[in-house]
């Protein structure tokens, strides 16, 4: 069993939607030092972290071996969040493989993994649920709980499973970014009567952070988090009753969602933006998110919210309560309220990917 004594945290992601607010939380209070990889260590988000007590970094790519021996050298844990939307499935695959290996040659006592669900497997193998950036994780997290079954004595590990991101829903080039239609908030969304597990950012800090603070719980765990199932009936509902500004949902059908949604004129282009067009194993953005959204419309994916009130009982338990707190935070940093964020204008990524414009090296 692996020591608790874990005080260095090398992280990939770090400078990520998903990554900021997971190092905020493991620096807190000094309880970890945090040692993030980026490939741009002067980028506006590197420095936010750099800026932070006990953080520092590694210039490179996870996509070489030299540099990811590098990070994880002299590290007692390690959180591997690998972005599959530049490398594509199959080239985050074998790195993801190579991490969890030289993360137990390097000496790492505790290994959290990044995950997706794997909805291909969770659907029974129905191919109308293949989705490249949750399939290429969800096999792994399964591959590396299998290794933690010989391996668990010498290197623990857990999984850490999260979903669509809340955040996106406010946010321009998403799979939901809303229109505003004549005053009207109005996401056209493929998803009928299902509801996304969306994952409030905030929430991945605590969970991650419990993770490596108990490494004996944790040890083979897979930790799968969510808000809550949200249908989109019921967030333009709760957009409503915290803005006081109308909102709608509008089930939309698949031709006019790639016709005319927020992700139509990227539809043909590969879902990684550094994978080979010309490898027939690579997905384009319009099949990887069509699986997307069938994961939700039609129920696929499953969370048990009694374990996550148990590790985080604080949590947040609906979108209503997400776009509160929001709504208070854009205010508090002087950004406005939700409903003037929403706004075509005014609107700020919360994707590296979508402030980089989908480019940079692999
Ligand atoms: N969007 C969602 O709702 C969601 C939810 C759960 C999981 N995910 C998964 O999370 C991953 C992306 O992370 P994110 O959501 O935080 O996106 P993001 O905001 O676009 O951040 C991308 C992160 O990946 C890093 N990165 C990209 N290429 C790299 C490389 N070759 N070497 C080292 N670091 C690299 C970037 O660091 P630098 O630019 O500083 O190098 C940045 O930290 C994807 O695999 C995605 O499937 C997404």
Redesign the pocket.
Known sequence: MASPSISRIFV?????????PIVRALVAHKRYAVR??????G?R??KELLALDNVSVVE?????ED?LREGLRGCDGAYI???????GEKT?TYWAIRCYEIAIEEGIQFFVY?N?DYGLKKSGYDSRFRTG??D??GRIGEWILSQNQVNGARMGAAVFT????IE?VISPG?PMTPTVEDGVVTWRVPLGEGAVPH?ALEDCGHYVRWLFDHPERANGMDLEVAVDHIGYADLAAAFERVTGHPARYVDTDLDTYWREGPLSRIADAPAGY?ADPNDKSTMNVRDNFTGFWNLWKYGVVERDYGLLDEVHPTRIRSAEEWFRREDERGRALGKGGLWERVQPDNRTP???????MRA???
């Open positions: 990939i992601g770090g400078t990520g939607a998903q990554g900021m993030f990889l980026s490939r741009d260590p980028s988000r590197a490179g790519s996870f996509a070489d540099v969040n690998l972005d599959g939307f530049n490398a985050e990044g997706l950036h949750y290429g994780k999260s979903g669509p991101y996106m998403t994952v550094n919360i994707l590296k990917i979508g402030e980089d940079g090296k692999l």
